[in-house]
């Protein structure tokens, strides 16, 4: 029984030996094909964190000591599949914080989420046929800052997702390698979408990054 089951098991492997070799005078060379793979994709991009303090002590000319912090991201992940299709995208997130002696608070010396993505079906060396989407945020609440009875007052006037900036358009996009492309779109349309909290108490006449009283978003076409 033990001589049996082992001739199967050697006929099987033999069987599946010789199903997995390709055919007379073609060959598969496997390491190539995933390379092509993944070569379809290339990733790149930039991450930087900034830091400076300036500080004046018995300073003849004056100046105020300040400290400001920044990070940044800038990334890009580019798909060139077959047939011409071309699928550009980039992501942009910063972020930095300033603080100036005397002041009670730190403030924003930046705050930013943006997306862009291009999708295109080529046309001839340079130029694509292209549909393009850009997001655009914040990820920090945003702060009005005043003086009341001679001390520093803040009020929040914007948060995460509020504004967020949506534009989409169709159109054609001229890309010549990784540095030169530009993108136009005669049909496009954009959004500015906000939380009503900040617009429901607004006074007649008043907008909130163009949106009116009461609404939370407001819809444009064009060009």
């Known amino acids: 029984m033990k001589y049996l089951t082992f001739l199967l098991l050697a006929l099987f492997l033999i069987f599946n030996l010789e199903a997995q070799q390709p055919p007379d005078g073609q060959e598969v060379d496997t390491l190539k094909t995933d390379v092509e793979k993944e070569n379809k994709f290339k990733f790149f991009g930039l991450t930087q964190f900034n830091f400076n303090q300036a ?4 300073w003849v000319s004056g100046g105020e000591n300040s400290m400001t912090g920044l990070f940044s991201v ?58 393009y989407f850009n997001f655009k945020t914040q990820m ?31 159109g054609w996009y001229y890309k010549e390698g990784d540095r030169a ?14 939380s009503k909290d900040y ?23 064009g060009a």
């Open 74 to 131: 800038d990334y890009n992940i580019n798909y060139l599949g077959e047939k011409g299709w071309v699928w550009d995208n980039n992501l942009m997130l910063s972020i930095g914080t300033t603080y100036l002696s005397g002041n009670a608070f730190f403030r924003k010396a930046d705050d930013r989420i943006e997306i862009n993505s291009v999708l295109s079906k080529k046309v001839n060396t340079y130029w694509n046929y292209s549909a």
């Open 199 to 221: 617009t429901q108490n607004l006074s007649p006449g008043e907008k909130y990054f163009g949106v009116e009283r009461g609404a939370s978003s407001i819809v444009s076409m």
């Open 55 to 58: 500080y004046f002590e018995n």
């Open 140 to 170: 920090l609440p945003g702060y009005r800052y005043f003086k009341k009875d001679g001390e520093d007052q803040k009020e929040k006037i914007s948060r995460i997702l509020s504004p967020t900036i949506i534009q989409l358009g169709l």
């Open 181 to 194: 492309w530009f993108n136009v779109a005669p049909l496009a349309a954009r959004g500015i979408f906000v």
